[in-house]
C-alpha cells in the first residue's frame, strides 16, 4: 500500500477541487453558460469568466445540483442567502438591500469569511472587500483557504 501511495505521490496526477456557485433559481450551471437564455447582454460573460479562472487553480466551481456526490471545498453565493453548510462560505453582494432585503442583514453575513461588495459602507478591509467585478475574488478565496486571517496584500487592486 505504502508503494502504491508513493507511486501516486511522483504522479502529481492533480487533485480536483470542487466549490458551489449558489444562486437562487439557477442550475445546470446556466450562469456559466454563455449560450443560455438567462444570458441577457452577455451578462453571464463576468461570471463564465471567473469559472475559467477558478479552473486555472484547479477549482472546478459548478451549481450544487451538478456537485452532487462530490467534496465540496466551499461555497461562492451569489448575494447572502439563508443557505445552512458546513463548508466555507464566500458572498458576491450584487443587489441593494431595497432589492434583496438578506444583503442588508448583517447577522447573516456573520456566516461568510469574505464578503465582496461596491457599497463602501460596508467596506472594511477584513471581511467585506471592496469589489467592482473582476477576477479578484477568486485570488482572494484561494489565499483565504490557506490563510484565514486577511493579510494587507488582498487590498491592493
Known amino acids: 500500500m505504502v508503494r502504491k501511495l508513493a507511486c501516486l505521490k511522483k504522479m502529481k496526477l492533480p487533485i480536483k477541487i ?3 456557485y ?4 439557477i442550475s445546470k450551471n446556466a450562469r456559466f453558460d454563455l449560450d443560455h437564455a438567462i444570458n ?3 451578462s453571464n460573460y ?3 469568466l471567473l469559472r475559467e479562472k477558478f479552473k486555472n487553480f484547479g477549482i472546478e466551481l459548478n451549481t450544487p445540483d451538478l456537485n452532487k456526490n462530490r467534496l465540496i471545498a466551499f461555497e461562492l453565493h451569489l448575494n447572502a442567502l439563508r443557505r445552512d453548510s458546513i463548508v466555507p462560505k464566500y458572498s458576491l453582494l ?9 444583503n442588508g442583514d448583517t447577522l447573516l453575513h456573520l456566516k461568510y469569511r469574505l464578503i465582496f461588495t461596491w457599497d463602501d459602507t460596508l467596506v472594511n478591509g477584513k471581511r467585506y472587500i471592496k469589489l467592482n467585478f473582476t477576477n479578484k475574488p477568486l485570488i482572494l478565496i484561494k489565499e483565504h483557504l490557506h490563510n ?10
Open 18 to 20: 470542487y466549490a458551489n
Open 22 to 25: 449558489v444562486e437562487l433559481g
Open 40 to 42: 441577457r447582454d452577455n
Open 46 to 48: 463576468p461570471f463564465w
Open 94 to 102: 450584487y443587489e441593494t438591500p431595497q432589492i434583496n432585503p438578506d
Open 148 to 157: 484565514p486571517r486577511p493579510n494587507r496584500r488582498w487590498l491592493i487592486h
